[in-house]
Protein backbone atom coordinates (compact mmCIF):
# COMPACT_ATOMS: atom_id res chain seq x y z
CA UNK A 1 0.00 0.00 0.00
CA UNK A 2 0.84 3.48 -0.89
CA UNK A 3 1.50 5.82 2.05
CA UNK A 4 0.12 9.28 1.68
CA UNK A 5 2.53 12.14 2.86
CA UNK A 6 0.70 14.29 4.46
CA UNK A 7 0.91 18.61 3.49
CA UNK A 8 1.04 21.36 6.14
CA UNK A 9 0.69 24.91 4.73
CA UNK A 10 2.24 27.14 7.01
CA UNK A 11 2.33 30.89 7.41
CA UNK A 12 -1.71 31.90 6.40
CA UNK A 13 -1.73 35.28 7.35
CA UNK A 14 -5.98 35.51 4.92
CA UNK A 15 -9.19 34.26 4.80
CA UNK A 16 -9.43 33.64 1.30
CA UNK A 17 -5.76 31.49 1.84
CA UNK A 18 -7.28 29.68 4.08
CA UNK A 19 -10.50 28.82 2.34
CA UNK A 20 -7.91 28.18 -0.52
CA UNK A 21 -5.62 25.65 1.26
CA UNK A 22 -8.22 23.71 2.39
CA UNK A 23 -9.71 23.36 -0.90
CA UNK A 24 -6.37 22.29 -2.75
CA UNK A 25 -6.37 19.35 -0.10
CA UNK A 26 -4.01 20.41 3.41
CA UNK A 27 -4.16 18.47 5.87
CA UNK A 28 -2.91 21.00 8.30
CA UNK A 29 -2.81 24.61 8.27
CA UNK A 30 0.00 26.44 9.97
CA UNK A 31 -0.40 29.97 11.58
CA UNK A 32 2.80 31.86 13.19
CA UNK A 33 2.39 33.71 16.50
CA UNK A 34 6.16 34.76 16.54
CA UNK A 35 6.31 38.40 16.04
CA UNK A 36 9.22 38.32 13.98
CA UNK A 37 8.07 36.30 11.38
CA UNK A 38 7.08 38.19 8.13
CA UNK A 39 3.74 35.94 8.43
CA UNK A 40 3.03 36.36 12.12
CA UNK A 41 -0.88 36.69 13.16
CA UNK A 42 -2.07 38.06 16.44
CA UNK A 43 -4.33 36.64 18.67
CA UNK A 44 -7.45 38.22 17.14
CA UNK A 45 -6.60 37.78 13.62
CA UNK A 46 -5.93 33.59 14.49
CA UNK A 47 -9.08 33.36 16.50
CA UNK A 48 -10.87 34.97 12.94
CA UNK A 49 -8.62 32.45 10.82
CA UNK A 50 -9.10 29.23 12.56
CA UNK A 51 -12.64 29.67 13.22
CA UNK A 52 -12.82 28.89 9.08
CA UNK A 53 -10.83 26.09 9.45
CA UNK A 54 -13.21 22.98 8.74
CA UNK A 55 -13.21 19.67 10.97
CA UNK A 56 -10.28 17.12 10.22
CA UNK A 57 -8.60 19.80 9.18
CA UNK A 58 -5.41 20.23 11.54
CA UNK A 59 -4.90 24.14 13.14
CA UNK A 60 -1.38 24.16 13.83
CA UNK A 61 0.07 26.98 15.86
CA UNK A 62 3.86 28.09 15.50
CA UNK A 63 5.30 29.94 18.51
CA UNK A 64 9.64 30.26 19.52
CA UNK A 65 10.47 30.61 22.69
CA UNK A 66 7.26 32.55 24.07
CA UNK A 67 5.47 33.36 27.26
CA UNK A 68 2.89 30.70 28.37
CA UNK A 69 0.32 33.09 29.08
CA UNK A 70 0.60 33.34 25.33
CA UNK A 71 0.75 30.16 24.32
CA UNK A 72 -2.52 29.34 26.62
CA UNK A 73 -4.21 31.95 25.39
CA UNK A 74 -3.79 31.03 21.75
CA UNK A 75 -4.09 27.03 22.36
CA UNK A 76 -8.00 27.50 23.11
CA UNK A 77 -7.92 28.47 18.88
CA UNK A 78 -5.96 25.21 18.00
CA UNK A 79 -5.33 21.61 17.55
CA UNK A 80 -1.75 21.38 17.57
CA UNK A 81 1.43 23.12 19.16
CA UNK A 82 4.84 24.11 17.28
CA UNK A 83 7.51 24.70 19.22
CA UNK A 84 10.29 26.38 16.82
CA UNK A 85 12.70 27.57 19.32
CA UNK A 86 15.06 26.06 22.51
CA UNK A 87 12.08 25.10 24.03
CA UNK A 88 12.75 22.31 26.84
CA UNK A 89 10.73 18.88 26.40
CA UNK A 90 9.06 19.89 29.73
CA UNK A 91 7.77 23.35 28.84
CA UNK A 92 6.45 21.51 25.87
CA UNK A 93 4.29 19.17 27.54
CA UNK A 94 2.65 21.97 29.82
CA UNK A 95 0.28 23.36 27.52
CA UNK A 96 -2.46 20.51 27.46
CA UNK A 97 -2.72 20.12 23.67
CA UNK A 98 -0.30 17.52 21.40
CA UNK A 99 2.49 19.20 20.45
CA UNK A 100 5.61 19.09 17.82
CA UNK A 101 9.33 20.05 18.24
CA UNK A 102 10.97 21.74 15.53
CA UNK A 103 14.64 20.94 14.96
CA UNK A 104 16.98 22.85 12.92
CA UNK A 105 19.57 20.55 11.45
CA UNK A 106 22.68 22.23 12.42
CA UNK A 107 25.80 19.82 11.60
CA UNK A 108 26.59 18.79 15.44
CA UNK A 109 22.78 17.77 15.48
CA UNK A 110 21.83 14.29 16.92
CA UNK A 111 18.17 12.93 15.50
CA UNK A 112 18.35 9.92 17.49
CA UNK A 113 19.36 11.26 20.71
CA UNK A 114 16.73 14.54 20.03
CA UNK A 115 13.70 11.91 19.02
CA UNK A 116 14.80 10.64 22.76
CA UNK A 117 14.53 13.76 24.26
CA UNK A 118 11.16 15.04 23.03
CA UNK A 119 9.26 11.44 23.34
CA UNK A 120 6.33 13.31 24.14
CA UNK A 121 6.08 15.16 21.06
CA UNK A 122 3.48 13.84 17.89
CA UNK A 123 6.48 14.37 15.38
CA UNK A 124 9.66 16.08 14.61
CA UNK A 125 9.83 18.72 11.99
CA UNK A 126 13.12 19.28 10.40
CA UNK A 127 14.10 22.28 8.94
CA UNK A 128 16.96 23.94 7.48
CA UNK A 129 19.40 25.57 10.07
CA UNK A 130 20.76 29.19 9.66
CA UNK A 131 22.38 31.06 12.36
CA UNK A 132 19.62 33.51 14.51
CA UNK A 133 16.74 32.79 12.22
CA UNK A 134 14.32 30.09 14.02
CA UNK A 135 13.01 29.01 10.60
CA UNK A 136 10.84 30.07 7.43
CA UNK A 137 14.68 30.50 5.38
CA UNK A 138 13.75 28.89 2.45
CA UNK A 139 16.35 26.67 1.90
CA UNK A 140 17.15 23.27 2.03
CA UNK A 141 19.25 21.05 4.26
CA UNK A 142 21.15 17.30 3.08
CA UNK A 143 18.24 14.94 3.26
CA UNK A 144 20.69 12.12 4.03
CA UNK A 145 21.52 12.88 7.17
CA UNK A 146 18.00 11.74 8.53
CA UNK A 147 18.47 8.42 9.85
CA UNK A 148 15.50 5.80 8.80
CA UNK A 149 13.96 4.46 11.12
CA UNK A 150 14.02 7.56 13.74
CA UNK A 151 12.00 7.21 16.77
CA UNK A 152 9.47 10.02 15.69
CA UNK A 153 7.53 10.70 12.58
CA UNK A 154 9.44 13.36 10.45
CA UNK A 155 7.83 16.56 9.04
CA UNK A 156 10.00 17.62 6.55
CA UNK A 157 10.78 21.42 5.80
CA UNK A 158 12.98 24.27 4.36
CA UNK A 159 12.84 25.25 0.83
CA UNK A 160 10.44 22.93 -0.47
CA UNK A 161 8.59 23.65 -3.62
CA UNK A 162 6.83 22.15 -6.25
CA UNK A 163 9.78 21.57 -8.00
CA UNK A 164 11.35 19.57 -5.54
CA UNK A 165 9.04 17.76 -3.23
CA UNK A 166 8.76 14.75 -5.30
CA UNK A 167 12.40 14.05 -4.61
CA UNK A 168 12.41 15.32 -1.31
CA UNK A 169 9.79 12.34 -0.56
CA UNK A 170 11.58 9.79 -2.20
CA UNK A 171 15.03 10.73 -0.57
CA UNK A 172 12.86 10.71 2.97
CA UNK A 173 9.39 9.20 2.57
CA UNK A 174 8.46 11.79 5.34
CA UNK A 175 5.54 11.20 7.21
CA UNK A 176 4.56 14.62 6.41
CA UNK A 177 5.75 17.64 4.64
CA UNK A 178 5.96 22.02 5.13
CA UNK A 179 5.90 24.84 2.85
CA UNK A 180 5.28 28.08 3.31
CA UNK A 181 7.42 30.41 0.86
CA UNK A 182 7.41 28.12 -1.76
CA UNK A 183 4.10 28.36 -2.69
CA UNK A 184 3.22 32.23 -1.98
CA UNK A 185 3.30 35.21 -4.71
CA UNK A 186 4.95 37.11 -1.42
CA UNK A 187 5.20 36.56 2.43
CA UNK A 188 2.13 35.75 3.96
CA UNK A 189 0.53 36.16 0.39
CA UNK A 190 -0.56 32.41 -0.68
CA UNK A 191 -0.70 31.51 -4.31
CA UNK A 192 -3.50 29.43 -5.31
CA UNK A 193 -1.65 28.23 -8.92
CA UNK A 194 1.82 27.44 -6.57
CA UNK A 195 -0.23 25.29 -4.32
CA UNK A 196 -1.96 23.32 -6.82
CA UNK A 197 1.29 22.60 -8.05
CA UNK A 198 2.81 21.33 -4.72
CA UNK A 199 -0.42 18.83 -4.10
CA UNK A 200 0.03 17.72 -7.66
CA UNK A 201 4.37 17.22 -7.12
CA UNK A 202 3.44 15.86 -3.98
CA UNK A 203 1.34 13.10 -5.74
CA UNK A 204 3.95 12.10 -7.81
CA UNK A 205 6.46 11.65 -5.19
CA UNK A 206 3.79 9.68 -3.55
CA UNK A 207 3.62 7.14 -6.71
CA UNK A 208 7.28 6.48 -6.50
CA UNK A 209 7.55 6.39 -2.45
CA UNK A 210 9.87 4.24 -0.67
CA UNK A 211 9.30 2.26 2.17
CA UNK A 212 11.14 3.44 5.14
Known sequence: MIQRTRVKLCGLTRPEDVD?????????LGFVLWPGSKRAVDEALLAELSARVPAFVTRVGLFVDQAP?????????????????DEAPSFCEGFQRPWIKAL???DELDLDAAAEAYQGAQALLLDAYRPGVPGGTGETFDWSRIPAGLAKPVILAGGLVADNVAEAIGAVA????DVSGGVESSPGIKDVRRMADFFAAVCRGDAVRPSR
Not at 20 to 28: N, P
Not at 69 to 85: M, T, Y
Not at 174 to 177: D, H, K, R, Y
Request: with cysteine; charged share 20%; hydrophobic share 60%.
Open 104 to 106: RMR
Open 69 to 85: ALIERCAVHLDLLQFHG
Open 174 to 177: PFAV
Open 20 to 28: AAVSAGADA
